[in-house]
């Protein structure tokens, strides 16, 4: 058996959708359905079970999951960037990857991990997944020190030396509906352009870029999945990795792709920041992934303008899900 955390959600849905595709359906889907539109995301795949993650959390600290299980990629946690309940992001995530993991270490499985870009904080001290460059990260926000601290935890007891913790940058795609602000710009700004005839995208107040000039490492869910996967066929990698292209593109980039996608004239509005978002805004990212590459991926990344062209015209404009076929 297989199981995934976040089962439902974005790239945990992705991720099943994929298991699925290579013939594998012995899957358990761990996730919080609560009152959202997680659920269609699973309409069209195949698992054995499923439970909330409360019940699957109480289960396996008493001891009582008696099936076995091949790996475990623990993708489920609190994905906001702007929750401020510190508490909440500690019991989710950390205190409840501590459970998991240890979980999977007593089943002798796989063990896969959601770490996140956000613990580089404002990227001065560079995006390199060296472990010994771990313990200077500073984050910018409370959901980046949650995934912090279990880095630093998993790093202090010495399991990552066998686990695998992924460091996903900005990853967009089919099956992020649900996500309401979370919800990646080509999403945001498809339902922008069939609304109004333009995208909004933010104002530079770093005079290092200029408006539409913030760069990130955009990727595309299906190849987040194809290198999350890597990691299941390959047993031997361990420690954290990098998930993103390696190439930064800017705000522009990515709106001009839009458009393109969309075969309509770019109409572009900048706006101001909200004050909040400011101090914690990321102005470049880019994943070195140099260390996943040795570890033997070997794959192309599909580039930017492909991957929005895919997500556009055959999931956004026909309100597609990704499903095994």
Not at 56 to 69: E, R
Not at 96 to 116: C, L, N, T, W
Not at 183 to 203: A, D, E, P
Not at 296 to 305: M, R
Request: aromatic share 14%; net charge positive.
């Amino acid at each position: 058996m297989i199981i995934v955390t976040g089962g439902c959600g974005f790239i945990g849905s992705a991720l099943v959708a994929a298991l699925n595709a290579k013939g594998v359906k012995d899957i358990l889907v761990v996730d919080i359905l609560s009152n959202d539109e997680k659920w269609k995301n699973l309409r069209r795949l195949s698992f054995t079970d499923y439970l909330e993650a409360q019940d699957f959390l109480d289960i396996i600290t008493a001891g009582k999951f008696n099936l076995p299980v091949e790996a475990v990629f623990h993708l489920g946690a609190c994905s906001s960037t702007t929750e401020i309940n510190a508490s909440y992001l500690i019991k989710n995530n950390f205190e409840y990857s501590k459970a998991v993991a240890s979980f999977a270490f007593d089943k002798k499985a796989r063990y896969v991990y959601a770490s996140s870009a956000a613990t580089y904080g404002d990227g001065l001290k560079g995006f390199s997944d060296d472990h010994e460059k771990l313990a200077s990260l500073v984050p910018l926000n409370m959901y980046g020190q949650s995934k912090q601290m279990f880095d630093l935890w998993a790093l202090g007891n010495g399991m990552l030396k066998k686990i695998v913790g992924l460091k996903y940058f900005n990853v967009f795609g089919p099956n992020e509906y649900h996500k309401a602000d979370m919800r990646s710009f080509i999403l945001k700004g498809y339902q922008q352009i069939k609304q109004t005839g333009k995208v909004r995208l933010f104002k530079s107040y770093n005079p290092q870029y200029p408006d539409g000039g913030q760069m990130r490492d955009f990727l595309y869910v299906k190849d987040a999945v194809d290198m999350t996967l890597f990691f299941l066929d390959n047993k031997k990698p361990a420690g954290i990795f990098n998930i993103g292209t390696g190439r930064p593109r800017t705000w522009l980039d990515l709106a001009n792709a839009l458009f393109a996608a969309m075969n309509q004239k770019p109409d572009i509005e900048f706006v101001d920041m909200p004050p909040s978002v400011r101090n914690q805004y990321q102005y470049f990212t880019q994943a070195d992934i140099t260390k996943i590459r040795a570890a033997g991926y070997k794959k192309d990344i599909t580039p930017l303008e492909d991957s929005v062209k895919d997500y556009v015209q055959n999931y956004l404009q026909k309100d597609n899900y990704l499903s095994a076929g």
